[in-house]
T-cell receptor, first 116, second 115 residues
Framework: AQKITQTQPGMFVQEKEAVTLDCTYD???????LFWYKQPSSGEMIFLIY??????QNATEGRYSLNFQKARKSANLVISASQLGDSAMYFC?????????????FGTGTRLTIIP | DGGITQSPKYLFRKEGQNVTLSCEQN?????MYWYRQDPGQGLRLIYY???????QKGDIAEGYSVSREKKESFPLTVTSAQKNPTAFYLC??????????????FGSGTQLSVL
């Protein structure tokens, strides 16, 4: 089974609208972390937001929030008031602690295009 | 300015040739990583290093080699044994390794193509 599943290969969203990027994960660990990264056309991956498995509150970073539903193993990224600069690839990732060898697994990504 | 520098931005390899991708960081981070990115796929870990003079294989280490002689540098050699090297290669660092909440900092990548 896939560790990280991003079911939306591409999305088109009107500027200033909110957008939700889906991410589901699969792990039997109790302690894990969930990340979202943005990859613009320049290629560099940029950290956006982090959620720990024990965090009770959803993480927020400016216009980014992570909708964490632990029972459903879901960690969707919500971008409020989208901007043209938000057009990029977005990757969900999960880190699992493995006795000193942390393993980070990435999803296949969602290409987000913001339409003026 | 602080950050991670990858060079070259584009690299071409001939059949049977070894090539080396450079990754230098001035963030004073302990851990460094090499990832491979293929179209339509997520990043896959090639090698990582948590301290100088020590490194571990990732999920797809075959056909690659690394060294970590200095904290700032983590070069990746793509050997002739790697039969399908065409991909985008990303170097990353984190302040520490082996911690679930450590975010990664990435370089701007190297696109490797086979002639």
């Amino acid at each position: 089974a896939q560790k990280i599943t991003q079911t939306q290969p591409g999305m088109f969203v009107q500027e200033k609208e909110a957008v939700t990027l889906d991410c589901t994960y699969d792990t039997s660990d109790q302690s894990y972390g969930l990340f979202w990264y943005k990859q613009p056309s320049s290629g560099e991956m940029i950290f956006l937001i982090y959620q720990g498995s024990y965090d009770e509150q959803n993480a927020t970073e400016g216009r980014y929030s992570l909708n964490f539903q632990k029972a459903r193993k879901s960690a969707n990224l919500v971008i409020s008031a989208s901007q043209l600069g938000d057009s990029a690839m977005y990757f969900c990732a999960m880190s699992e602690f493995n006795f000193g060898n942390e393993k980070l697994t990435f999803g296949t990504g969602t290409r987000l295009t913001i339409i003026p | 300015d602080g950050g991670i520098t990858q060079s070259p931005k584009y690299l071409f390899r001939k059949e049977g040739q070894n090539v080396t991708l450079s990754c230098e960081q001035n963030l004073n981070h302990d851990a460094m990583y090499w990832y491979r990115q293929d179209p339509g796929q997520g990043l896959r870990l090639i090698y990582y290093s948590q301290i100088v003079n020590d490194f571990q294989k990732g999920d797809i280490a075959e056909g690659y080699s690394v060294s970590r002689e200095k904290k700032e540098s983590f070069p990746l050699t793509v050997t002739s044994a790697q039969k399908n090297p065409t991909a985008f290669y990303l170097c990353a660092t984190s302040k520490r390794g082996a911690v679930t909440n450590e975010k990664l900092f990435f370089g701007s990548g190297t696109q490797l193509s086979v002639l």
